[in-house]
C-alpha cells in the first residue's frame, strides 16, 4: 500500500483532474501557461496551516509570507509543473523523480543536456544539466561559445535541498518559458543533488531546526563525510567528481547552495563569499560591487529580505557583535579563494518555510545569470588577474579584529528564560521583527603568518597520495627526470600536537616548523610544483605546513612522526665517550645541558642526546619531505 501526504494527494487528484481536461490537453496552452502563471491560482494556494511539517510544533513563531516571487510558480495541475510546485511549495522528489522529471525536459529541448559527473559509492550517477543556447555536450564546445558558465550545485547537504528545487524551475522556464534570453549570454551548469546517497537518506526527522520541504535528505555522505569539508583533502568519491568537473568545464563563477540555522532574523536568503585581504582580492572586489547590489536588487523586489551571511558571536546575547567568516579551503566559499575561481555560498535561513527560500533561490540564480551576462568581461578580467597576481607575501593564517563598519542587523526579537529541562537560560525566540542598530563586527581580517612566496616545491615520489591530492586539483606538476642536487629550504618539525579525537576521517596534527637551508639530491620522479601558475595560490594552501588546511595538518604526512630506528644504551654509552673524547664543543654543550636538573636526572634524555648527535641517527624523522626553492 502506498501512502501519500496530504499535499501529494491533492496535487495527484488535480493532475489526474486535468489530465482528462481537453484546455490542458493542448501543449500549446500548457506553454502559454509557463509563460504567464496565473497568479490568482497559485496565490490561493499559499495560505496553508502553520503545521505543515513534522517539527512546525517546535520550532519558533514566523509570520506568513507572500511574495511577488510567488508568481514564478506554476499551478500544480499547470503541464511543465515541478514536483515542488505539484505539492504548492511543501515537498522536494526523490533522486528518482527528479531525474525522471528533468529527462522529460531535456527531451524536450535542445538547449540541455545532462552529463554524469560519475558515480556516487553507493553507485548513483551525480548528474549535471547543461543549460546553453547551442545545446554545448562537453567542456570544449561549451567554451566555443566564449560566454561565461555558472555552476551551481545543490544538496552538498543533502537535507538543504532549496537549489535543486529552485534549478528545476528556472531550467524549464530557460529552455520552455520566458527566460531564454538569458542564455544568450551565459550557461548554466546545474548539478541539482551533490550528495546523492545521503539525499536518499530521506525522512521528515533529518532536520529538526529546519521548516520543510516534508522529508529531507541527510548532512553527511553514506560514509559519514561532510562534503563541505572536503574540498582540500577531497577523500570522498563525491568531491574527486566536483573537482574534476571544476577543473574541465573551467566555469567563471561556483554557486554553493546552503540552509544556514542558529539565531532567528528577518533574513531570508544571505548569501556571501571571502574577506577582501585574502587570495582573490579582484573577484572579491566584482562581487562586492557589481554582484551583490544587482542581486540583494532582485531579491528586494521581489520580496525578499536579503543579508549577508549572518553568525552571532553569542546566540544568546546578540549585542555581543556579529563575525564574518573567513573560509579555510576545506570549505566551498575558501576554495574558491584559494583556486581563483569567484564562489558564493548561499545560506538560506533555515526558519523561513521552504518554498519562501526555495523562490527566493529562484530569483537570485536568474538574477546571476542576468548580471554575469552583462558583466562578463568585467568578472573575467577580475579572474585573470587573480590568479596571475603572485603575491611576494602570502598570509597564511588570520587573527580576530573589530571592524570599522557595524551593522544595522534585522533581526527577531527574543527573551532568556530559565529553562525547567536543562536548568539553563535559553533563547525564547519571539516572531517579531526588530532592527540591532549598528551591531559590533568581528572578522579574520589581520594577517598573522606569513610566507615569503616559493618559487617552487619538490615533493619525493613516495608520497604517491599527496601527489595524486595535488594532480586531482589541477595543479601542474613536472617529474624529474634524473638526479638533481640543489640548494633548497626545508622545515624541521618540533612538538607536533595531535587532535585527540577524529575529525572527517583523520588524525590532523600541527607542529611547530623552523626552516632551514639544506643540500639534496632530488631523485628521478620527484615532483616539481611551480607556484608561477593559475593554481600555485593553492599549491602553497595545500603545501605549506602551518596552513590549516595543508595536507600535512590533514595528516597525510604523519609517518614522519614515527620513529623506526633505535640504539641499544649498551652501544650509545661507549659511543658517546668516544665523541666527548673526540669533541671539546660537543663536551661544552653536554656540560651546559647538565645544568638543567630534570635533565642530568633522566638517564635515557642523556643518552638519546648523544645518540641525535651521532651518525646513526635518522635524519628524516621529524623533518617534512617536501622542500622548497626560493
Known sequence: MR?????????????????????????????????????????????????????????????????????????????????????????????????????????????????????????????MLVASSEGAADPVSL???????????AGIHAGEID?????????????????????????????????????????????????????????????????????????????????????????????????????????????????????????????????????????????????RLIFALDNGDLSKGMSLWRAGPRFSNGYGDARHLPTILIENHSLKPFK?????????????????????????????????????????????APQEQGWDFKGIDYRLEQSPISGAPVVRWLGTPRLYPNLPVFGDTVADIKIVRPSAYYVPPQWTQVIAKLRLHGIRMTPLTQPQTLQLQQYSLGEPKFAPRDYEGHQRVSADVKLDRVTRTLVPGTMKISTDQPLGDLAIMLLEPQSADSLFQWGLFNPVFTRTEYIEDYAVEPLAAKMLAQDPRLKQEFDQALADPEFAADPKARLRWFYER???????????????AR
Not at 22 to 45: F, G, K, R
Not at 58 to 86: K, V
Open 356 to 400: 519562501q527560500r526555495v523562490l527566493g533561490t529562484y530569483v537570485m540564480l536568474e538574477q546571476t545569470l542576468k548580471t554575469v551576462g552583462a558583466q562578463a568581461t568585467r568578472l573575467k578580467s577580475a579572474i585573470q588577474e587573480d590568479k596571475y597576481r603572485a603575491s611576494p607575501l602570502v598570509t597564511l593564517t588570520w587573527k580576530s
Open 3 to 127: 501512502l501519500f501526504s496530504f499535499p501529494t494527494l491533492v496535487a495527484t487528484l488535480l493532475a489526474s483532474i486535468s489530465a482528462v481536461g481537453p484546455a490542458l490537453a493542448s501543449e500549446t496552452l500548457a506553454l502559454e501557461t509557463l509563460a504567464a502563471p496565473d497568479l490568482a491560482t497559485v496565490q490561493t494556494a499559499a495560505p496553508l496551516a502553520d503545521a505543515t511539517f513534522t517539527n512546525d510544533a517546535i520550532l519558533p513563531p514566523h509570520s506568513e509570507w507572500h511574495g511577488a516571487s510567488e508568481a514564478l510558480m506554476l499551478a500544480p495541475e499547470a503541464a511543465w509543473a515541478t514536483p515542488f510546485e505539484q505539492s504548492r511549495g511543501l515537498e522536494s522528489p526523490s533522486y528518482d523523480d527528479t531525474f525522471a522529471w528533468l529527462d522529460k525536459l531535456v527531451a524536450r529541448s535542445d538547449k540541455l543536456q545532462k552529463v554524469s559527473l560519475g558515480k556516487s559509492p553507493q553507485g548513483r550517477d551525480i548528474w
Open 143 to 153: 567554451k566555443r561559445n566564449g560566454k561565461p558558465s555558472v555552476l551551481v550545485q
Open 614 to 628: 651521532s651518525p646513526y641517527y635518522d635524519a628524516q624523522y621529524l623533518t617534512y619531505p617536501v622542500l622548497k
Open 163 to 307: 537549489g535543486k528545487d529552485a534549478g528545476m524551475m528556472l531550467l524549464r522556464d530557460l529552455v520552455l518559458g520566458d527566460k531564454a534570453g538569458l542564455l544568450d549570454k551565459a550557461n548554466l551548469l546545474l548539478v541539482p543533488i551533490f550528495s546523492v546517497d545521503a539525499h536518499e537518506r530521506s525522512g521528515a526527522y533529518n532536520r529538526v531546526n529546519q521548516r520543510g520541504p516534508v522529508k529531507l535528505g541527510w548532512r553527511t555522505t553514506a560514509n559519514n563525510l561532510n562534503l563541505n569539508r572536503d574540498y582540500t583533502k577531497a577523500d570522498t568519491l563525491e568531491m574527486q567528481h566536483m573537482l574534476t568537473a571544476i577543473n574541465l568545464w573551467q566555469p567563471e563563477l561556483y554557486i554553493d547552495v546552503h540552509v544556514t540555522d542558529g539565531i532567528d532574523y528577518q533574513y531570508d536568503v544571505t548569501f556571501g563569499y571571502n574577506l577582501p585581504k585574502g587570495l582573490s582580492p579582484a573577484s572579491y572586489l566584482w562581487l562586492e560591487n557589481n554582484y551583490r547590489p544587482a542581486v540583494e536588487a532582485a531579491l528586494t523586489a521581489k520580496g525578499h529580505i536579503p543579508g
